[in-house]
């Protein structure tokens, strides 16, 4: 979807025109490998892995605060993994659990508590200043 809106945005190359054909189940490998060689065509750096990741973590704190998601959702995608850096990075980062069952084994009976202080950090988080530059 994104790169078909690249290409109506005026943003044309090879392998851009490639990607905005690939089907939604496609292999993440070949999705990941096709962006990269479009964004090379089109003269754009790719940015480092890590503080996309940082970027990225803004999303479902968003997501969450938006009531798109349950607080439980953000066990999954590894997030607890992300190099953070910032003070509200890491407030966000500390309370995501490793997994899903760890939510009720580590919290039991305190979900609620968990879940307002995750929110309160989503919020943190989503009112910081954007970090590095490039995304």
Known sequence: MIAAEALAAGLDTPTLCELAGLPRNADTRDIRDALAQALSEAGIELPDPDLARRHALRRPAARLINGEIAPADLATDDWWETQVETVEERSFVALIPQCGCCIEYTLGP???T????LRIA????TSSPLIGSGC
Do not use: G, T
């Open 114 to 117: 968990w879940a307002a202080e």
């Open 110 to 112: 305190d979900q609620r």
């Open 122 to 125: 989503a919020l943190a988080l």
